[in-house]
């Protein structure tokens, strides 16, 4: 379990918040799999949320199955993020409110947001204390290591963001400026983790089994593990983890079948969501991460990134079975 101020989560796992990936219909689908203790909305721009615009209902939509839930927001302005904090706790049942200063994309950073603020640690340090004046949930923060490998500002800034009432940092191994591109330092972690006293440390970065988790943990010292692009393609992930971080066992690998309710799982769901020519662009997408765990199909693969319809969707779906047969004999 993992206590962020008095809220316990009923496990040390965190679904990621990806952005286009992470929506609804995908954590209504992976919920019941288990082992997941908390997951995030897509990162929210603050204003869009106070001028409620379409863009920024749609990130922030849930209903009761998806539960407990943080809603992630991005910027630089304390009494604006603020607002926003405020009106997502008037509005929904949430389990916390995070805020990203790790996300190293230019779009995000040119308003000053995401990893923008590990440039201004004491601006930073102030945003979030005015976040956690504003609303009675935990208030968590999402950062990278620093900007580059010259600031490396993450212990530090970690120990102010204690200081100012933050229930629990996640740090993801890497700098700004490096994106996504070599490996995730768990030194750097490990060092977030001696400079905080008490508030949980989130690992990030690299997890892409449960024994990437389980080694994370034991080499940094971590409370929790972050797990985001794994999970897309094995959203069993969060339920083996926290079999082998409780039982020592990993669980015996989803069927085929398994595997292929899960998919029709998901898309009922974006379905009933966001209706048929969305869920059906979602799908076309979401395809290739799916097949990482099953195999190579491409011909199959192909006509699936052309699906048009709902209809066409069960169809190939239900031909699939088959069409691994024949890859085998």
């Given at each position: 379990m993992l206590n962020l101020n008095g809220t316990t989560l009923a496990s040390n796992l965190l679904l990621s918040p990806i952005a286009g990936y992470c929506d609804l219909a995908f954590r209504l689908s992976i919920r019941p799999l288990?082992?997941?203790?908390?997951?995030?909305?897509?990162?929210?721009?603050?204003?869009?949320?106070?001028?409620?615009?379409?863009?920024?209902?749609?990130?922030?939509?849930?209903e009761p199955g998806?539960?407990?839930?943080?809603?992630?927001l991005y910027g630089h302005e304390p009494e604006i993020m603020a607002d926003a904090a405020r009106w997502c706790t008037d509005h929904l049942e949430l389990a916390a409110i995070d805020i990203n200063m790790g996300c190293p994309v230019d779009k995000v950073c040119k308003t000053n947001g995401g990893s923008a603020l590990l440039r201004n640690p004491e601006l930073a340090a102030r945003l979030a204390e005015r976040v956690v004046r504003a609303v009675d949930v935990p208030v968590t923060v999402k950062m990278r290591l620093g900007w580059d490998e010259s600031s490396i500002v993450a212990p530090s800034l970690s120990a102010a963001l204690e200081d100012v009432g933050v229930a629990a940092i996640t740090i993801h191994g890497r700098t700004a400026a490096q994106a996504f591109r070599g490996r995730a330092c768990q030194d750097g972690i490990a060092r977030v983790v001696a400079a905080v006293r008490r508030i949980p440390v989130i690992g990030n970065g690299d997890v892409r089994s449960p024994a990437d988790a389980l080694a994370m943990m034991r080499r940094t010292g971590c409370a929790g593990v972050?797990?985001?692009?794994?999970?897309?393609?094995?959203?069993?992930?969060?339920?083996?983890?926290?079999a082998l971080l409780t039982t020592g066992r990993v669980p015996p690998a989803p069927t085929l079948a398994e595997r292929l309710d899960f998919i029709r799982t998901h898309f009922e769901h974006s379905l009933r969501i966001r209706g048929e020519r969305r869920a059906c662009i979602t799908f076309r997408q979401r395809v290739s991460w799916y097949l990482k765990a099953i195999g190579s199909f491409p011909a199959w693969r192909d006509r699936f990134r052309g699906l048009s319809s709902a209809a066409e969707f069960y169809a190939l779906l239900d031909e699939f079975p088959q069409t691994v047969h024949l890859s085998r004999e």
């Open positions: 288990g082992g997941l203790g908390l997951a995030y909305t897509d990162l929210v721009n603050p204003r869009g949320l106070l001028r409620q615009t379409v863009k920024s209902m749609e990130l922030i939509e849930t998806d539960r407990p839930l943080a809603v992630q972050m797990i985001g692009r794994a999970a897309l393609s094995d959203p069993w992930i969060f339920r083996d983890t926290h």
